[in-house]
């Protein structure tokens, strides 16, 4: 079936550079796309979401940016700090699921 | 408020047995959703409860089953389990037709089958 998948599976930073974490989706019929971090031993935790009628959004620190012609979704971070460091994963939604990819896990370096 | 809570927080089982899960949904939502995360992968959506019917399913078998009550919370079931089941069982909240799609996590039930 299809799924939302991620290039990298581990990304090392230092701490205070930019993170860029990327996603490709396949499901072109998802309307809404969502961020979210988890770290060990807890649930995910939302980031930032985006509609498949943008194709950017800025939070606090982090931006999210969706390419619908290539389907690709990404998730930058700004100034990564140590607390940065957790698994990272994309999800789509089409209809009342969310399809998660396998996630990518951020580590930080001081 | 209390976000999404779940029980128990781990569990121990053995094979062929069957086990129930519990969720509390954050205050003010009526729409629970059931995924089961393996070691090291994304969740997986196994169904999704509003108005105490199963909305949506995902791609797991009859074995899994759940319940919505009155209050919103709800249960997940699962009879005869496999070694397979061994997994982390996210529950995630939300409010259908307030328009935001967010869903809230729950910290999970760690299920082990032996």
């Known amino acids: 079936g299809e799924s939302v998948g991620l290039h990298l599976p581990t990304l090392s930073v230092q701490e205070g550079d930019n993170s860029i974490i990327n996603c490709a989706y396949s499901?072109?019929?998802?309307?809404?796309f969502i961020w979210y971090k988890q770290e060990s031993g807890k649930g995910p935790q939302f980031i930032i979401d985006i509609r498949s009628n943008m194709d950017k959004r800025q939070g606090q620190r982090v931006t999210v940016l969706l390419n619908k012609t290539v389907k690709h979704l990404s998730l930058q971070i700004a100034a990564t700090q140590p607390g940065d460091s957790a698994v990272y994963f994309c999800a789509e939604r089409p209809g009342n699921m969310l399809t998660f990819g396998g996630g990518t896990r951020l580590m930080v370096k001081p | 408020d209390a976000g999404v809570t779940q029980s128990p927080t781990h569990l121990i089982k053995t094979r062929g047995q069957q086990v129930t899960l519990r969720c509390s949904p954050k205050?003010?939502?009526?729409?629970v959703s059931w995924y089961q995360q393996a070691l090291g992968q994304g969740p997986q959506f196994i169904f999704q409860y509003y108005e105490e019917e199963e909305r949506q399913r995902g791609n797991f078998p009859d074995r899994f089953s759940g319940h919505q009550f009155p209050n919103y919370s709800s249960e997940l079931n699962v009879n005869a389990l496999l070694l397979g089941d061994s997994a982390l069982y996210l529950c995630?909240?939300?409010?259908?037709?307030?328009?935001?799609?967010?869903?809230?996590f729950g910290p999970g039930t760690r299920l082990t089958v032996t």
């Open positions: 205050s003010g939502h009526d729409t």
């Open positions: 995630a909240s939300s409010l259908a037709g307030g328009g935001s799609y967010e869903q809230y």
């Open positions: 499901n072109s019929a998802s309307d809404y």
